[in-house]
């Protein structure tokens, strides 16, 4: 098996990129290079970091495409990186609908969704539109739900006759 090969100057590299290191996850990438640039194999250093051999061996392969800056930074995941529009781009989209809603009117979420849709030439699933409003500091705000044939006059004579009207007591 061959071992890793790096530059000449990796491992005095490495140690000053050490005493610039700002968190935990850093000092574990950038001793991955310099273990690596001193003959360890990836299944000997992936313990001591506590990472996954094959994670040792990916660390190694962007270094060497990107240099040392792929070991610095915070390199997991990328904020709204499978985002359809941008958030000023989705706040401009709502303007039309927050100015509805000022004026009292109700918003549907399947009317949001279609003028989406038709805006933008893609299908969504609603809860894209949920989740866009989430971000925007929407919330859902609905009536209290009545029975449809709530009778008023029957409700208020039931509770009359549960619990009766407070007042004069009378001695019999």
């Avoid at 925007?136 to 619990?163: M, N, T, V, Y």
């Amino acid at each position: 098996m061959l071992l890793a090969t790096f530059p000449q100057d990796t491992e005095s590299l490495m140690t000053n990129l050490l005493k610039q290191a700002k968190g935990a996850a850093e000092v574990k990438r950038i001793q991955c290079v310099l273990f690596g640039a001193r003959g360890l194999k990836s299944e000997e250093i992936a313990p001591m970091v506590n990472f996954n051999h094959g994670y040792v061996k990916q660390i190694w392969s962007e270094y060497r495409q990107k240099g040392s800056q792929a070991l610095l930074g915070e390199n997991r995941g990328r904020a709204r990186s499978r985002a359809h529009l941008s958030l000023d781009e989705e706040k401009d989209f709502l303007q039309p609908f927050i100015e509805k809603a000022k004026t009292g009117g109700f918003l549907e979420v399947s009317q949001i969704k279609q003028t989406y849709e038709e805006k933008y030439q893609r299908t969504v699933k609603p809860s894209i539109i949920y989740n866009l409003l989430h971000r925007h500091g929407w919330r859902k705000i609905a009536p209290r739900p009545k029975h449809p044939k709530a009778d008023k006059a029957k409700q208020d004579q039931f509770k009359s006759e549960l619990f009766p009207p407070r007042g004069k007591k009378s001695h019999s």
